[in-house]
């Protein structure tokens, strides 16, 4: 059995994107209110599968952010380069 590890989810409007481990929420948080403070803009998150979502923050964007413990995935290393997985993010 594997280590457990905390992930964060990111809840915006109605789409939820689980993020990478090495995601740093502290500066999340901060590039998202910086982008609300210029009137609205896009910050890049590194979500789980090392892909790198844009999201067009507004004053009109609902977010939630949530921790929870789960296995560690060691594909899981915040690496845009070497992504894993299928699939793609849709935010409508």
Request: no cysteine; aromatic share 6%; charged share 20%.
């Amino acid at each position: 059995m594997s280590e457990p590890m905390e992930r964060t989810s990111v809840e915006i409007n109605d789409t939820t994107l689980t993020l990478a481990q090495s995601e740093n929420v502290t500066e999340l948080k901060r590039n998202i209110v910086g982008a609300l403070s210029d009137g609205g803009g896009f910050v890049d998150l590194t979500v789980v599968g090392n892909r790198i979502a844009s999201v067009l923050f507004t004053i009109h964007t609902a977010v939630t952010i949530t921790t929870s413990t789960v296995e560690f995935d060691s594909r899981d290393d915040g690496d845009s380069e070497a992504p894993f997985g299928f699939g793609t993010i849709d935010l409508n």
